[in-house]
């Protein structure tokens, strides 16, 4: 459960946005998005080293963005 503390005087659509922000930082949304379908951990294991290869040749510079 979110609680959301608003101050006195501030407007509806403040304390909305402050909803969501905390809303999208517990991660609920993509972690119902995950789960729509099953990737085996094989392939979750691969995209990981992947993604890691790319950070690495990011740093060295041998990619530019």
Same mark, same amino acid.
């Given at each position: 459960?979110?609680?959301? #503390?608003?101050?006195? @005087?501030?407007?509806?659509?403040?304390?909305?946005?402050?909803?969501k922000?905390?809303?999208?930082?517990? @991660?609920?949304?993509? #972690?119902?998005?995950?789960? #729509?379908?099953?990737?085996?951990?094989?392939?979750?294991?691969?995209?990981?080293?992947i993604? &890691?290869?790319?950070? #690495?040749?990011?740093?060295? @510079? &041998?990619?530019?963005?």
């Amino acid at each position: 459960m979110l609680i959301i #503390q608003v101050k006195e @005087g501030d407007t509806v659509e403040k304390a909305l946005k402050k909803y969501k922000k905390k809303f999208e930082k517990t @991660g609920v949304v993509k #972690q119902l998005r995950e789960r #729509q379908k099953f990737t085996k951990p094989s392939i979750r294991r691969r995209e990981t080293v992947i993604k &890691a290869v790319y950070k #690495q040749k990011l740093q060295i @510079g &041998a990619i530019e963005k």
